[in-house]
């Protein structure tokens, strides 16, 4: 049951995560320089090796790195206009966003969420905030679902974007997407707060639980080296570039 | 069960309708990176997000629902690249919706309008950066998306677009409203889940 997430490379508690996020998404907006940007997005893609997600680290890192090298020639080269703006400002978004998403997919992957909770009613949360939190995070999966399964039933009577169908009453197409997934999200709802109300969610009492999340010797370490790190390329680029 | 207190049950409901309307309005949003979107966005937006949004109302009964919304989307939008410009609109926004709700009654089809347009005010957040940021985030634009796209940018939100970016999205949610209670009458009804 406690299974959902493995114990596997190395481990951080989850506030170290947590700031490691607010970190990059604020740093990474900055743009002070492009050596700088380069150097926190490498982060997620540390924090993936350490989480043995290889692949992921490969692909968010070459696609990162394409999107920097995109950056820095973005003046040399002119393709015709209209490509040129879609790939400046693809490479843009990536470079600005990508980082802080990657961080998110890693934090969704390695933290479970009794261990997120866990982490959340440490830092004094109100349960006002947890409770619509967690059941967000437990939700966006299933919205996916339902909406791939939906997607799937509507494909099969040619209601897709790319037959002749969908255009011919793009409105009521698009009633009949969402109108499902709104009912079997309203349901499934319905269902996860009958299962929370049974486990005894409302219980007025101290809520306990099973993980017990502690700064270890790794969380002091990524903390200071992230700082060093950082620190250390914003003073070399900014004062010897 | 007469109490003001947020349940277990509220807390849930706010949650799951939170999720729809992040995810929503991030599938909309994504257009706007074509600057011709832009003011396209802030009347359709609120025109989507008015059937998750309307089955939401259904459901709320007491204060502070809505604020809870308010905050959490602040909060993704901040991570997702928005200043603290987003923060400092989004929550006054969700407040105000709330205490229209409060003030209106809960459940009533009026109050419940003026509310989601009060609420959809909160979108502003994404173009409110470039006229309340200053030239450094022009500068920002410049830099990172290109310099057509600045033009693009600049053409498509003067100043101007403040106020009539405001009305566009108040007639679009009170459309979204409208169209929220149609599809409501015509399926959740029938469904039972409303």
Aim: glycine residues 6%; charged residues 15%; proline residues 4%.
């Amino acid at each position: 049951m406690f299974g959902h997430v493995k114990e596997k490379g190395i481990h951080f508690d989850p506030r170290t995560k947590l700031l490691l996020i607010v970190v990059i998404a604020t740093l990474e907006l900055m743009d002070i320089n492009i050596y700088f940007t380069v150097a926190v997005g490498t982060i997620p893609c540390i924090l993936f090796i350490c989480n043995r997600q290889f692949l992921g680290a490969v692909k968010y890192y070459v696609l990162f790195l394409l999107a920097a090298f995109v950056h820095v020639h973005r003046v040399d080269i002119q393709l015709n206009m209209f490509l040129n703006m879609f790939v400046v400002l693809l490479g843009a978004l990536i470079l600005k966003l990508s980082p802080a998403f990657a961080c998110a997919d890693y934090i969704i992957k390695s933290t479970g969420v009794s261990e997120m909770i866990s982490a959340f009613s440490k830092m004094k949360v109100s349960r006002n905030f947890l409770i619509p939190l967690s059941v967000m995070f437990r939700f966006a999966p299933t919205i996916a679902q339902e909406r791939h399964a939906i997607h799937d039933a509507a494909a099969m009577r040619g209601i897709i974007i790319t037959r002749k169908k969908f255009w011919e009453n793009p409105l009521r197409a698009f009633e009949y997407r969402i109108v499902p997934l709104m009912i079997s999200i309203a349901n499934i709802g319905e269902d996860l707060s009958a299962a929370s109300l049974s486990r005894g969610l409302d219980n007025p009492g101290i809520h306990t639980n099973y993980t017990d999340v502690k700064f270890a010797r790794n969380d002091y370490i990524a903390m200071a080296l992230a700082t060093i790190f950082l620190t250390s390329v914003y003073l070399l680029s900014t004062f010897a570039g | 069960m007469k109490n003001n207190k947020l349940t277990g049950k509220d807390l849930i409901t706010v949650g799951i309708y939170t999720a729809i309307y992040i995810a929503v309005i991030f599938c909309v949003g994504a257009f706007n990176a074509i600057p011709v979107f832009y003011p396209i966005f802030m009347f359709l937006g609120p025109v989507i997000t008015g059937i998750p949004m309307m089955l939401y109302y259904t459901k709320i009964e007491k204060f502070g629902m809505l604020t809870i919304t308010g905050i959490i989307c602040a909060v993704f939008f901040y991570i997702s690249g928005y200043t603290w410009i987003c923060v400092a609109i989004m929550v006054p926004t969700a407040l105000l919706a709330d205490i229209i709700l409060k003030v209106g009654g809960f459940k009533k089809f009026w109050p419940m309008a003026f509310s989601f347009m009060a609420l959809s005010l909160g979108i502003m957040a994404g173009p409110a950066n470039l006229w309340f940021a200053g030239e450094s985030y022009w500068d920002n634009i410049r830099d990172s998306m290109g310099d057509q796209y600045a033009e693009q940018l600049a053409k498509f939100m003067p100043t101007w677009m403040l106020p009539v970016g405001t009305i566009l999205i108040l007639l679009g949610a009170l459309l979204g409203a409208i169209l929220g209670r149609k599809m409501m009458n015509k399926h959740f009804k029938k469904a039972g889940i409303a």
